[in-house]
């Protein structure tokens, strides 16, 4: 629909004629996306990992011992990136069997922070956000990868 209008005055028009603004729905289908993107993702890593199991053979204590390739890769070039991740990739196959996202950047703190909020409120608000936030290295950029991979082998 064109009516000639910026999004915030499209939505006020729309919600003026009792409608349900288009931001509900964007944030909505949004949110609708990334659960059933994170449930397929989990879906298909188990498999993965099932396949890979399937061409080793456990020792006698049902530990497999799975030669693997790690690697990592930045969100952008240089040293100025906020995101990483690293990958743990059966020799073998090239499947992806594990990984790691690293963040020196969360949004919803952001944008707290950016709401003029005093520290005191601020120090409560990230008590209940702790779980959910997306920020979880505070180091250089150039230190992601590695970061990444102590978190996936379990020294960090
Ligand atoms: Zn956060």
């Known amino acids: 629909m064109e009516v000639g ?3 915030t005055s499209y939505n006020k028009l729309i919600s003026n004629m ?3 603004p288009l931001y509900a729905k964007y944030q909505d289908t949004q949110r609708h996306i990334l659960q059933k993107t994170e ?3 989990k879906e298909v890593m188990e498999k993965t990992r099932d396949a890979v199991k399937r061409h080793y053979t456990p020792d006698q204590d049902g530990i497999y011992n799975i030669k693997v390739i790690y690697d ?3 969100q952008k070039r ?3 990136s906020k995101l ?3 990958a743990v990739v059966e ?3 090239g499947c992806v ?3 790691e996202t690293v963040s020196k950047f969360c949004e919803k703190c952001t944008k707290k922070e950016n709401t003029k909020i005093s520290k005191k409120d601020m120090e409560e608000w990230k008590k209940g956000h702790k779980q959910k936030c997306q920020k979880n290295y505070d180091g250089s950029s150039g230190g992601m990868e590695t970061a990444a991979a102590l978190k996936l082998f379990g020294e960090a």
């Open 5 to 7: 209008l910026g999004f």
């Open 18 to 20: 009792s409608m349900t």
């Open 39 to 41: 449930q397929k993702a």
């Open 72 to 74: 990592g890769s930045w």
């Open 78 to 80: 240089g040293h100025t």
């Open 84 to 86: 990483a991740v690293g």
């Open 91 to 93: 020799a073998h196959t």
């Open 97 to 99: 069997i594990d990984f």
